[in-house]
T-cell receptor, first 114, second 111 residues
Framework: NAGVTQTPKFQVLKTGQSMTLQCAQD?????MSWYRQDPGMGLRLIHY???????DQGEVPNGYNVSRSTTEDFPLRLLSAAPSQTSVYFC?????????????FGPGTRLTVL | QKEVEQDPGPLSVPEGAIVSLNCTYS??????FMWYRQYSRKGPELLMY????GNKEDGRFTAQVDKSSKYISLFIRDSQPSDSATYLC???????????FGTGTSLTVIP
């Protein structure tokens, strides 16, 4: 199993550009999520999904869009990038069966917005 | 007020020392308490989790939860240079789908 994969690893954007961060998992997990990690702020939840066609907002959703058309994929879209969106982005997934299941994180995407 | 507070450190200890890492929280609905380890430029990996109050031990690692004080701890015994990483606490409600993370504590174990 590849686990959770993210592409690209690095990206530089100019203010106002749009892009999509890709996330895929091969563990058949219902739950997928996106976090951003900033110095002094820790990991903050952007959006999450509990299954295909179902998404919800986390702590910091503004400026980001998501959709979930398949169990495997959960892309994160930046419609008009801003310097405040410079961050490291992590995707994670977990099984929803049972009381508690571990979240598995991808390797991250480092995004710089100039 | 942030949901979860964690001292960012950095913390530097000699090899073999006992390390204590702590987090406080404000939301009494939190029932699951997790500790993640994150090596530089990698994604976080779950170390251990506890449900509600009490202690949990796994090898050199012990997690403690005191819900009355809204305080959780991770103890690392006989620390090793390979333990050098950032440690993040995280919490969620029992039926919640949102996880709240601390800022992380950077730990360096000196050989």
């Amino acid at each position: 199993n590849a686990g959770v994969t993210q592409t690209p690893k690095f990206q530089v954007l100019k203010t106002g550009q749009s892009m999509t961060l890709q996330c895929a998992q091969d563990m058949n997990h219902e739950y997928m999520s996106w976090y951003r990690q900033d110095p002094g702020m820790g990991l903050r939840l952007i959006h999450y999904s509990v299954g295909a066609g179902i998404t919800d907002q986390g702590e910091v959703p503004n400026g980001y869009n998501v959709s979930r058309s398949t169990t495997e994929d959960f892309p994160l879209r930046l419609l008009s990038a801003a310097p405040s969106q410079t961050s490291v982005y992590f995707c994670a997934s977990r099984d929803l069966a049972g009381d508690y299941n571990e979240q598995f994180f991808g390797p991250g995407t480092r995004l710089t917005v100039l | 007020q942030k949901e979860v507070e964690q001292d960012p450190g950095p913390l530097s200890v000699p090899e073999g020392a006992i390390v204590s890492l702590n987090c406080t929280y404000s939301n009494s609905a939190f029932q699951y308490f997790m500790w993640y380890r994150q090596y530089s430029r990698k994604g976080p990996e779950l170390l251990m989790y506890t449900y509600s109050s009490g202690n949990k031990e796994d090898g050199r690692f012990t997690a403690q939860v005191d819900k009355s004080s809204k305080y959780i701890s991770l103890f690392i015994r006989d620390s090793q240079p390979s333990d050098s990483a950032t440690y993040l606490c995280a919490m969620s409600a029992r039926t919640g789908n949102q996880f709240y993370f601390g800022t992380g504590t950077s730990l360096t174990v000196i050989p």
